[in-house]
């Protein structure tokens, strides 16, 4: 069965660096999306993907963030200088046109030190 | 704008037991609404989907939830609970039109104990 991998599950990085956590969504959906989990909290809602631009963001999602498809493949989430409340599990999830369910990757680990 | 509450963030059965989650909604326009399971250091899996059909949905495992618009509740039942059920479970909501994003109640953790 398809299904949607992440790299790296664990991630740990010094605040100001940049990180790039990486997706393969499941081959022929269309839409793409980030969410993060903060260790005890709610899911959140990042960024949505289609057509090669951003569809939907969220206050999250300030100018630190930044989201690319670079081949047809991979879909990155880029922060440029993390910090310590970066911190948190990151999901990517992909789905097709005309069905509603999104299918989520296992995550990473993002620890921001 | 749309939310999602889940009562009681911590929820604990016999092996056995009805297990019984709740999920209440928020929502302008008519929701969709989705549980989600999570095991531990996994993601995300979908359990069932709610999109303005049967308002009793079944889903895998042995779950099923029953949209109750009147009440805005989505509560996730399952008549007998197994060890294999012990996870976080997460009730969420979109909307039909427009935005897809998903927001997410806060999870409930499932205990079954033996």
């Known amino acids: 069965e398809p299904e949607v991998t992440q790299t790296p599950s664990h991630q740990v990085t010094q605040m100001g660096q940049e990180v790039i956590l990486r997706c393969v969504p499941i081959?022929?959906?269309?839409?793409f999306y980030w969410y993060r989990q903060i260790l005890g909290q709610k899911v959140e809602f990042l960024v949505s993907?289609?057509?090669?631009?951003?569809?939907?963001k969220s206050e999250i999602f300030d100018d630190q963030f930044s989201v690319e498809r670079p081949d047809g493949s991979n879909f990155t989430l880029k922060i440029r200088s993390t910090k310590l409340e970066d911190s948190a599990m990151y999901f990517c999830?992909?789905?097709?046109?005309?069905?509603?369910?999104?299918?989520f990757g296992p995550g990473t680990r993002l620890t921001v030190t | 704008a749309q939310s999602v509450t889940q009562l009681g963030s911590h929820v604990s059965v016999s092996e056995g037991a009805l297990v019984l989650l709740r999920c209440n909604y928020s929502s302008s326009v008519p929701p969709y609404l989705f549980w989600y399971v999570q095991y531990p250091n996994q993601g995300l899996q979908l359990l069932l989907k709610?999109?303005?059909?049967?308002?009793l949905v079944k889903g895998i495992n042995g779950f099923e939830a029953e949209f109750k618009k009147s009440e805005t509740s989505f509560h996730l039942t399952k008549p007998s609970a197994h060890m294999s059920d012990a996870a976080e479970y997460f009730c969420a909501v979109t909307e039909p039109t427009g935005r897809r994003a998903l927001t997410f109640g806060s999870g409930t953790r499932l205990q079954v104990q033996p």
């Open positions: 993907f289609y057509n090669n631009e951003i569809s939907e």
């Open positions: 999830a992909s789905r097709n046109p005309g069905v509603l369910e999104q299918y």
């Open positions: 081959s022929n959906h269309l839409y």
């Open positions: 709610y999109t303005s059909a049967a308002t």
